[in-house]
């Protein structure tokens, strides 16, 4: 059973003899295929994904063996998905992270963050930062700065919908956080690029708020690194991740209160194949069963 994306220590570097143009086409047929599945519902292995395209130039049989082990990780988990949902509250919690010098090949850092609203994953990034940084508190600053970004651009689209919504950003190292909120250079800070700035100054503007989280709580360590099975499995179901025998527990119990036999009918819809091939019948001994234990 393949219960996480990547062995965690796993060490991947550039090929460095050219392989064949097949076996280049192959991979990177098959990172594009997984990169649309990332962009649509699985922010668990953004950074999986991130890690082996940058390998796409140059593949070795290495690479294509952990392509593999990521393919039969999903087809595992084929119906794991994001699940919204709905609640009265409306925070928007941003978590950024970063791994210092994690490329075996480049020592450059790994950005990543966490957008949650109403407790639910709604954007994901994992990119590896431009330049190399001296420090983790420099590589944590920057990734504050590409969470800086994403908060401007969700202000702007709360603005045109006319909605207020309190939004903190969330980071693990007390030297980046006290960085951010208090302007002072010294020979460790000096060299920062200016545009790496833009954190301070949305702190200032009273964009969003800084707040300090532990690392274990840090949602975007997934974005960052290869986690071990029990905590890659503990930030997924703080992701909103479900799989759809979850959310048909969820539908089940939302006919017991409503007691409606047409809602069996749409979740027969609304499921379609992902559901199992459980006939209308089937549905309504599973929906009178449960209203015995209720």
């Known amino acids: 059973m393949v219960s996480i994306p990547l062995p965690k220590g796993i060490t991947l570097t550039k090929g460095i003899t050219e392989p064949p143009k097949e076996q280049v086409t192959r991979y990177q047929s098959m990172i594009g295929s997984l990169i649309y599945l990332v962009t649509g519902t699985r922010p668990d292995l953004v950074y999986t994904i991130s890690f082996l395209a940058q390998f796409s130039s140059c593949p070795t049989d290495e690479h294509i063996k952990?392509?593999?082990?990521?393919?039969?990780?999903?087809?595992?988990?084929r119906n794991l998905g994001l699940f919204y949902p709905y609640t009265t509250t409306n925070p928007i919690d941003v978590y950024v992270d970063a791994d210092s010098a994690g490329c075996h090949d480049t020592r450059r850092s790994t950005s990543g963050y966490i957008v949650l609203f109403n407790n639910c994953c709604i954007s994901w990034l994992s990119n590896k930062q431009a330049s190399?940084?001296?420090s983790t508190t420099q590589a944590e600053f920057v990734a504050?700065?590409?969470g800086t970004r994403h908060i401007g651009g969700l202000l702007k689209g709360l603005a045109d919908l006319r909605l207020h919504v309190p939004i903190a950003m969330r980071a693990d190292n007390t030297g980046a956080n006290f960085f951010a909120v208090n302007p002072q250079i010294n020979l460790r800070t000096k060299h920062i690029a200016v545009n790496f700035f833009i954190t301070r100054k949305?702190?200032?503007?009273?964009?969003?708020?800084?707040?300090?989280?532990?690392?274990?709580?840090?949602?975007?360590?997934?974005?960052t690194k290869i986690l071990a099975k029990p905590a890659h499995q503990r930030m997924v179901t703080l992701l909103g991740c479900r799989y759809c025998g979850e959310v048909l527990k969820f539908f089940v119990y939302f006919l017991c209160i409503f007691n409606t036999l047409p809602c069996i009918l749409l979740?027969?819809?609304?499921?379609?194949?992902?559901?199992?091939?459980?006939?209308?019948?089937?549905?309504r001994y599973i929906y009178y069963g449960v209203l015995l234990f209720i």
């Open 132 to 134: 190399v940084t001296k």
């Open 144 to 146: 504050m700065s590409y």
């Open 202 to 223: 949305g702190l200032q503007d009273n964009l969003f708020v800084l707040l300090k989280v532990e690392s274990v709580n840090n949602l975007a360590d997934i974005c």
């Open 267 to 283: 979740l027969s819809l609304c499921f379609g194949s992902a559901c199992p091939p459980l006939t209308l019948l089937q549905l």
């Open 66 to 77: 952990a392509a593999k082990h990521v393919f039969r990780h999903v087809n595992e988990t």
